[in-house]
């Protein structure tokens, strides 16, 4: 799904600049040989290709469409330079000499770089000459530690890598001629970043951003939970906390994600749910499209709850909080940058389901701080955009595209 008016041309990027994306984001080409990729991507790129009057494209393609590929680029195929699949960051390591080959000629194309990271060979993408833009979206390093993914030597070598990954975006931070834009001030920090700015992701549309009409409480009250079905999110704290709220009052509580992974993850929160004495007030509804039927769940709820151990600027408290569903989250990574506790959400500390029940038992009894919460995320929902995100980034693109 894309937008339905096309952004105009930004009045003040340079005629004629020519923009690359490198992007770590495995994708696959349809029959008319248009790229398809997951909605967030695939919605900021077009997002900042129609600001730009256009864009060429370098990523990883694989044989076939997988399910979670639902945006279809608006990029022309004669634009779109083929990488390797990069499935793994292990699994890429084959391609490395290959791939930087195909990097340096795809860069040499082009006036100015947008680079994405996480990339699952980064050093490829060291000592490239063009100006450049590193758009960071999370933490590798964090998700690694608390990932369930890697076991014995496989952990090693995914730790090993995301160091090394951790320490070639620091280099790549202190070239010249560019600059940065991290997901949340936690990165910012940590890789010492001084040219750019922070930004909170996001990939709805303001024209998509219909809050509920009504904000009153359901009785019971709902409770929802969107995202990947990984340790690094916290459900199973989520699932804790709300046991031990619903042995104190009845409420529900609605799960939407699955595993993109393979790996028990997913099955884990389904025995926890099974096992759970209050399993008929659990939901698990398993992965929708990102569109409207996604949206009507955001508005049906009361309560929106993150509990992650890991997390850059989680897109779904975005989501949640324009359409009128105040948000819950936990104080790690970039979440403080964009939820300030008290105004537009509240925080809690990772990894402590009776602070987490708490303080929804808090709002939940409080209504006036439920209402005043979700009327200043409805308030505040312009500033969270796609439209403003990827305005911000073409501002940080235009400081380094060169004079024609």
Same mark, same amino acid.
């Given at each position: 799904?894309?937008?339905?008016?096309?952004?105009?041309?930004?009045?003040?990027?340079?005629?004629?600049?020519?923009?690359?994306?490198?992007?770590?984001?495995?994708?696959?080409?349809?029959a008319?040989? !248009?790229?398809? *990729?997951?909605?967030?991507?695939?919605?900021?790129?077009?997002?900042?290709?129609?600001?730009?009057?256009?864009?060429?494209?370098?990523?990883?393609?694989?044989?076939?469409?997988d /399910?979670? *590929?639902?945006?279809?680029?608006?990029?022309?195929?004669?634009?779109?330079?083929?990488?390797?699949?990069?499935?793994?960051?292990?699994?890429?390591?084959? @391609?490395?000499?290959?791939?930087?080959?195909?990097?340096?000629?795809?860069?040499?194309?082009?006036?100015?770089?947008?680079?994405?990271?996480?990339?699952?060979?980064?050093?490829?993408?060291?000592?490239?000459?063009?100006?450049?833009?590193?758009?960071?979206?999370?933490?590798?390093?964090?998700?690694?530690?608390?990932?369930?993914?890697?076991?014995?030597?496989? !952990?090693?070598?995914?730790?090993?890598?995301?160091?090394?990954?951790?320490?070639?975006?620091?280099?790549?931070?202190?070239?010249p001629h560019?600059?940065?834009?991290?997901?949340?001030?936690?990165?910012?920090?940590?890789?010492?970043?001084?040219?750019? /700015?922070?930004?909170?992701?996001?990939?709805? @549309?303001?024209?998509? *951003?219909?809050?509920?009409?009504?904000?009153?409480r359901?009785?019971?009250?709902?409770?929802?939970?969107?995202?990947?079905?990984?340790?690094?999110?916290?459900?199973?704290?989520?699932?804790?906390?709300?046991?031990?709220?619903?042995?104190?009052?009845?409420?529900?509580?609605?799960?939407?994600?699955?595993?993109?992974?393979?790996?028990?993850?997913?099955?884990?929160? !389904?025995?926890?749910?099974?096992?759970?004495p209050?399993?008929?007030?659990?939901?698990?509804?398993?992965?929708?499209?990102?569109?409207?039927?996604?949206?009507?769940l @955001?508005?049906?709820?009361d309560? @929106?709850?993150?509990?992650?151990?890991?997390?850059?600027?989680?897109?779904?408290?975005?989501?949640?909080?324009?359409?009128?569903c105040?948000?819950?989250?936990?104080?790690v990574?970039?979440?403080?940058?964009?939820?300030?506790?008290?105004?537009?959400?509240?925080?809690?500390?990772?990894?402590?389901?009776?602070?987490?029940?708490?303080? *929804?038992?808090r709002v939940?009894?409080?209504?006036?701080?439920?209402?005043?919460?979700?009327?200043?995320?409805?308030?505040?929902?312009?500033?969270y955009?796609?439209?403003?995100?990827?305005?911000?980034?073409?501002?940080?693109?235009?400081?380094?595209?060169?004079?024609?």
């Open positions: 799904m894309i937008s339905s008016k096309r952004s105009p041309i930004s009045n003040t990027w340079p005629k004629n600049a020519r923009l690359g994306f490198i992007l770590g984001t495995n994708s696959a080409c349809g008319d040989g !248009r790229v398809h *990729m997951n909605h967030a991507n695939g919605r900021l790129i077009d997002a900042i290709a129609e600001r730009t009057g256009g864009a060429r494209l370098c990523v990883p393609i694989l044989p076939e469409i /399910r979670g *590929m639902t945006h279809v680029l608006q990029i022309e195929p004669h634009d779109v330079v083929k990488l390797p699949p990069l499935r793994s960051t292990i699994h890429a390591q084959r @391609y490395f000499f290959s791939a930087r080959r195909i990097l340096r000629q795809f860069a040499s194309t082009v006036d100015v770089l947008f680079l994405r990271f996480p990339f699952q060979l980064p050093r490829a993408l060291l000592g490239l000459p063009q100006p450049k833009l590193l758009h960071i979206a999370g933490d590798s390093t964090e998700a690694i530690k608390i990932s369930a993914d890697y076991r014995g030597l496989k !952990r090693f070598a995914a730790e090993r890598f995301a160091s090394d990954a951790h320490a070639t975006m620091q280099r790549i931070v202190g070239e560019t600059r940065v834009a991290t997901n949340g001030a936690d990165m910012w920090s940590k890789l010492g970043c001084h040219a750019g /700015r922070v930004v909170v992701s996001s990939c709805i @549309y303001q024209h998509e *951003m219909v809050p509920k009409e009504n904000l009153d359901h009785d019971p009250p709902r409770i929802l939970f969107v995202g990947y079905l990984r340790p690094e999110k916290g459900v199973d704290i989520l699932l804790d906390a709300f046991d031990q709220l619903r042995a104190k009052r009845k409420l529900s509580l609605t799960i939407v994600g699955g595993s993109d992974r393979a790996t028990g993850a997913e099955q884990e929160i !389904r025995d926890r749910v099974a096992a759970s209050f399993r008929e007030d659990i939901r698990i509804k398993g992965m929708i499209d990102f569109g409207d039927a996604l949206f009507d @955001y508005r049906e709820h309560l @929106y709850v993150l509990p992650s151990r890991s997390e850059g600027t989680p897109r779904s408290v975005v989501e949640a909080r324009a359409l009128g105040p948000a819950i989250a936990t104080r990574g970039g979440v403080p940058t964009s939820i300030t506790d008290g105004e537009n959400g509240l925080l809690v500390p990772p990894n402590d389901p009776t602070a987490l029940a708490n303080t *929804m038992q939940l009894d409080d209504e006036p701080l439920r209402q005043r919460l979700a009327q200043t995320g409805i308030d505040q929902r312009s500033r955009s796609l439209e403003t995100f990827a305005d911000q980034l073409v501002g940080e693109l235009e400081q380094l595209v060169p004079p024609h």
